[in-house]
């Protein structure tokens, strides 16, 4: 491996397990990082020196979307360059070592499509002796209505938005049947065509200003007025749905893509020994 492709490897490494630059590594995280990168440059000679790289004919696109991501992570050109230059990489020899990980991540794609493929027995044996890993977490069926707050509408600055939401609130306190209707009169969400409808929240989906109120209501329940970024929200709950098992037909294709996955990475792992058994041999026999 040239010296650019070894430069280029330290430095996803160091960012991969620490979140950092090579050079402000501490001497633990150094001496980690250049151990697996010894490791994995031996590794990546093996695989480019194989005929399936040689096979391999990368998309420019693909490589520029990889160095656009890699340029993403610096607030400006003169920090990107800077860090180019002390880890002794020009951009001509980025875009190189980038290529050349590239081909390398393409090749174990490649092997992993030779994996036998999982068939619907063996999805339905692994889903009925792991069926407590399938469930659905708890979750609240959710309704709706927004009032946004846009200061160049006198309807809808903050003060004109809330008192229309309060409005609409005392109505459906009254007349709860009416929340529906009223969402789709007065919403100014797209859900507001659905009669207000989020359809089933769980936690971490809703704004955090929204998410402990939403969370604490009864069935039937209508929320005090609620602010979020977007403006005014209330917050009826249709139902409290507990945690439930997730049926076959729905972890299906779940438990398929993790048989596969495990499937796949057993294959590219058969293929990498039988890359370094000759070498480990030669090298032992010299």
């Given at each position: ?260 996955e495990q499937r796949q990475r057993i294959c590219q792992k058969a293929w990498i020994n039988s890359l370094q058994r000759p070498a480990e041999a030669e090298s032992?026999?010299?």
């Amino acid at each position: 491996m040239n010296t650019h492709a070894s430069a280029y490897l330290t430095l996803k490494l160091a960012q991969q397990l620490y979140q950092k630059n090579p050079d402000i590594l501490g001497p633990e995280e150094r001496k980690r990082v250049d151990a697996v990168a010894s490791k994995q440059r031996q590794l990546e000679a093996l695989i480019l020196a194989t005929p399936e790289a040689a096979q391999v004919a990368l998309p420019e696109s693909s490589v520029k979307s990889s160095l656009a991501e890699i340029r993403k992570r610096y607030p400006n050109d003169d920090d990107f360059h800077a860090d180019l230059d002390r880890i002794g990489l020009s951009e001509a020899s980025l875009k190189e070592a980038v290529q050349r990980d590239l081909t390398v991540e393409a090749v174990l794609d490649k092997v992993a499509t030779r994996a036998a493929k999982v068939s619907d027995t063996e999805v339905e044996i692994f889903y009925f002796m792991h069926k407590e890993r399938f469930t659905r977490p708890a979750s609240r069926t959710l309704r709706h209505i927004l009032i946004t707050v846009n200061p160049d509408y006198k309807e809808n600055d903050r003060e004109a938005a809330l008192a229309r939401l309060q409005d609409i609130r005392k109505r459906l306190l009254k007349e709860p049947k009416r929340f529906e209707e009223q969402a789709l009169k007065h919403s100014e969400c797209p859900t507001a065509m659905n009669g207000g409808l989020l359809g089933n929240v769980t936690p971490g989906q809703l704004y955090a200003e929204l998410e402990p109120a939403a969370f604490a209501l009864q069935t039937g329940e209508i929320s005090q007025v609620l602010e979020s970024p977007v403006g005014f929200h209330i917050i009826r709950c249709d139902a409290i749905n507990e945690v439930s098992s997730m049926p076959l037909q729905e972890a299906r294709e779940r438990v398929y893509k993790h048989l596969m996955e495990q499937r796949q990475r057993i294959c590219q792992k058969a293929w990498i020994n039988s890359l370094q058994r000759p070498a480990e041999a030669e090298s032992a026999a010299a």
